[in-house]
């Protein structure tokens, strides 16, 4: 899938967009692992996680976490240079071009959807144990149910 960026009119491969994914493979291989009574916790992660109605309905517990811009593209810029797949300048248009327009226009609405917003700029690790609590307490209730 390609996209236009909207004010430069250059064109990038586009993987910051829901059609992207192959998401009824994706949506099959979660209900595979759900029903996969071996299988006590089952984690999606991804920025459309919360996008997709049919994978928000099987879901438990849903948790965004919110980052502000800068420090997603601070993220990004570190990511693509440690791999070495993008130059500097390559990853900053590629950014301020269409990431940042499709989080606004696809990912910052689906934070309504979530139960729990997690502040991913802080360094603490106080929503991860607000989760694995909640994870806990589900399993616990789980197991003395069965």
Known sequence: MKTIAPITQIEYAEHNHPNALDIENCYKDLLTAISDKSIDVVLV???????????????DMKVFVDLKSDERLYRRIKRSLSNEYETLDETANRYLDTVRYRHDEFVEPTRWHADIIINGTWDTNLGVNIIASHIEAQLGDNHDNT
Do not use: E, K
């Open 45 to 59: 992660d991804g920025v459309f996680a919360l996008y997709f109605n049919q994978i928000r309905a099987t879901l």
